[in-house]
Nanobody, 116 residues
Framework: QVQLVETGGGLVQAGGSLRLSCAASGRTFSNYNMGWFRQAPGKEREFVAGISWSSYTTSYADSVKGRFTISRDNAKNTVYLQMNSLKPEDTAVYYC?????????WGQGTQVTVSS
């Protein structure tokens, strides 16, 4: 059974940093493009950042460009999201998934709360 487990969220002040991790189990994801997504209260889930299977290509939502960095370690079957200069509008539950995302791969996510 495939599982994606997100960790690393928490409460941080505006301007602070967090590093999220997404550990995959049940299969190897080294051949898959992966992404981070987030869902704020009352809003739809949105794309945040993506990375190709080789790490050669990355992409970001305009709202996080220059502040967030996605990376991966295929040997550890893990994807990371380094978040710097956090803003209150970054408050959301953050999820990882393949790109395009698969409905059966959504995990519980990790809550990120940024206070002003």
């Amino acid at each position: 059974q495939v599982q994606l487990v997100e960790t690393g969220g928490g409460l941080v002040q505006a301007g602070g940093s967090l590093r999220l991790s997404c550990a995959a189990s049940g299969r190897t994801f080294s051949n898959y493009n992966m992404g981070w997504f987030r869902q704020a209260p009352g809003k739809e889930r949105e794309f945040v950042a993506g990375i190709s299977w080789s790490s050669y290509t990355t992409s970001y939502a305009d709202s996080v460009k220059g502040r967030f960095t996605i990376s991966r370690d295929n040997a550890k079957n893990t994807v990371y999201l380094q978040m710097n200069s956090l803003k209150p509008e970054d408050t959301a539950v953050y999820y990882c998934n393949t790109r395009p995302p698969r409905d059966d791969y959504w995990g519980q996510g990790t809550q990120v709360t940024v206070s002003s």
